[in-house]
């Protein structure tokens, strides 16, 4: 060790022995580990010090280590070799190995050959997070399996338990001569004054599931299996993650954890001012402020982002700040803050083993502390802690700011009329009306007190972004008739009160995105996900999705799968169509990640439902399945309510056979394996609807078999296809199956479009589909974006011939296919220009005026805005020409003799 060490070691001693008269009398007790802390450390005097064997008489030799550890980690401590979060991490082990052994010797006391298992501490607060104090209680909850643990064979399972866990709390606790090893306080178990002091796993996992209060999950935060049988403990806490972090979040419980603090702030308020008698922890600006800063953070976010899960505050905060939850400076200052608070708040402990957190009052003891912390004075020490104290108060005020500040809507006719017309209903009368009857519980949702109480929470922020809306009164009325359809309504408007930003959205999409508005209220919970930032990110692609969804799709049964996936889905798709009407992302960017969701949700259920079959009945050796997309999928340009054009495939001999337990030939086996895929795309579970899924592109439409070989579809490709058929080729691409696999079809859709074909009678076979497609389904309107002369199937009949003529451009995205063409000479700028400003307003349009129907004139100013226009009429304007271009390259490649008069 070099000089400064040792110095710093004799410092540490010296400042312990002048101002810590407990630790004084332990190094007095033992005088060797001071000697050896003094010439080697605290880690090297650490490792020499053993926890003590379970034996008869364990009260004493478990007091003696705690007396010794104590020592020594306060040496560490105060010599600088040990940051705070290095000794609180060491005091959090010393208690979890104090706690196995008392569990043991209670269990030697009472089944002498029995194992000690069955039985689980699940340390919260400090202990869970691995931040014990020096003079800290432990919070633990205590739970037993009767099935496991070991006991007399006359005791009742429960009976044992009880005792076994008494004895062990004794064995810690009980003071004697030699002090006493840890104070355990069980008080935050389920029901504490009625409940047995540990608890069957079943129940305990009933009570969370079904009755736990807002601080009982936030207490969960910190949390872990620290001692006992740790397995059952790591079984418990994974049997009620869903309570502790839930995707779909309850503002009112966060409002009762922030009511919480305020209680906390009350009752202590005489350690609120600062200076001698501040209360380090419960202060304003102290510890548990810092504390409950980061835990709200992770209760809003943690549900849906696995990382936000840690312990440890320190730790949160900077997972909060990777994750762009809190900003970074924030989150370092807090770290800083905390570790100093902290450090003082041990060394209060220090000096005569008291579970205190109060600066204390009378001027020598407050110069105590300072010196042995290595400050001056006690006034040197409150100048250190003064600033910090102030910084913290800030940042937590702002957290609460405005749950503080929001005030309820005026319940006076007059005033509450003079206030709407403020907002923007102009008159004020039928918004009067409409609030009256939801004050006085006329919806179903708004019927209860909590309900109404909620209501009044959201009303002055919801009241100003439906009056901000174009039609203020069409837009209540919208949103009038969502609520009207919820169940409850309490969530809701806890969610729209605690983030207002959500109010001037959801009042966005009643007005401009009706689609959107008809998820919205089937599934209320969907704008949730708008408060995760990645909302607003530019489409993920299937890869990123992919590991997304990973860790919480993970060991899922197989309906449990489908309901997530559905929910996963539901809430990007919600999320990509907010971004549409924000105007934030092109509209061909949202169309390809569209697809790229709908691909992500194909690879999961695909491959749990290949799963599910394998199980049953085997593997067909050296084949797989294989899934072809077409049209706006195999495109890449899917809208927000697309279905999916799917043919399936698959390798290897169609006469070979599985080798499950109930074997099928490859035929039937591979039918019947699409026909649940197709299922599991497409059949609605209680999570909704995901896709519609079509098939009849398939070789021979819907009357030829679901699935083919690759042999087949080859043969029938080259053999029996109409032109129409190779023309849908040309949007094709493989999205599930092997590497290999898809190769495989990407090689033979490569070579049957390569063909050498007549252009002439490519040119006439297509007029004849065209002609029979417009007999069929003629267009809706003028604003039949895709039907009638000049849409986008003419734009695709005509590239798609060229292509099969030319052999030239085979990619299956029409905006690259037709920029391969323009650059080979074979279509103008004007129409890859016209077929980006149709496939705009095809995505917009889909989503602001589904089936047709005529969009607002907000709607359709947005409309025009995401397609590069400055408003409606030039938009149409420019739309007609577009549609006069595609006509004009349509009627220069189909045969003369085919045009029909207008």
Known sequence: MIASDASARQSALDRLMANAPFLARLAELNPDDVTRFLGEGADAALAA??????????????????????????????????????????????????????????????????????????????????????SSDIDPILIFDPETMPRRSRDDPGEAAVRIARRMVEILSARTADGHVLRVDLRLRPHPEVTPIVLPESAAISYYESEALAWEQAAFIRSRAS???????????????????????????????????????????????????????RGRGGIREIEFFTQVHQLIYGGRDPSLRVPATVDALAALARAGRVDADVAGRLTDHYALLRRIEHRLQMIEDQQTQCLPVQPAALDAVARLDGEADG??????????????????????????????????????????????FDPPDAALRTISEWRGGKLRALRSAAALEALETALPELVKALGAAPDPDAALLRFDKLVGGLPSAIGFFHLLAAQPALAKIATRILWLAPALADALGARVELIEGLIDKRAFEAPATKAELLAEWAPGLAGLDYERLLDRVRDRVGERRFAYGVQLIAGSTDPLAIACGYSELAEAALQVLADATVAEFVAAHGRVPDSELVVLALGRLGGRALTHASDLDLIYLFTGDHLAESDGPRPLGATTYYNRLAQRVTAAMSVPTAAGKLYDVDTRLRPQGAQGPLVVTLDSFERYQREEAWTWEHMALLRARPVYGSDRAKAQVRLIMDELLAAPRDRATVAK???????????????????????????????????????????????????????????DGLATPEICEAHGLLARMLVMLRLTAPEGEPATA?????VASACGEPGWPQLLAAHDAARQEIADWWASIRPPQQETKP
Request: hydrophobic letters at 45%.
């Open 765 to 823: 076979d297509a007029a004849e589909m065209r002609d029979k497609i417009a007999a069929h389904k003629p267009p809706k309107g003028p604003l039949d974006i895709k039907g009638g002369p000049g849409g986008l199937v003419d734009l695709e009949f005509a590239m798609q011939v060229t292509q099969l003529a030319t052999g030239r451009c085979h990619d299956p995205n029409i905006g690259s296919a037709l920029a391969c063409l323009k650059v």
């Open 379 to 424: 006034a040197a020490l409150l100048a250190a802690l003064q600033p910090v104290v102030t910084d913290v108060g800030a940042c937590y005020d702002r957290l609460v700011a405005d749950r503080a500040a929001t005030s309820g809507l005026p319940r006076d006719e007059g005033d509450l009329a003079g206030a709407l017309l403020a907002a923007g």
């Open 49 to 134: 010090v053993a926890p003590p064997p379970v034996e008869d008489d364990i009260m004493r030799p478990l007091r003696q280590w705690r007396g010794r550890m104590a020592l020594l980690l306060a040496l560490g401590d105060l010599s600088g070799e040990h940051d705070v979060a290095v000794t609180t991490r060491l005091l959090s082990d010393f208690a979890d190995t104090a706690c196995d052994i008392a569990l043991a010797a209670a269990f030697a006391e009472r089944v002498p050959d029995g194992e000690p298992r069955g039985l689980a501490v699940i340390a919260l607060g400090k202990l869970g997070s691995h931040e014990l104090n020096y």
């Open 227 to 281: 001692a006992g049988d740790r397995a059952l403990g790591a079984s418990f806490l994974a049997a009620i993650q869903p309570f502790i972090w839930r995707r779909s979040l309850d503002f009112r419980q966060l409002k009762e954890i922030g009511a919480m603090s305020d209680r906390i702030r009350d009752h202590f308020s005489q350690g609120q001012a600062f200076g001698p008698g501040y209360d380090l922890k």
């Open 858 to 862: 907000a709607a359709r100013q947005l």
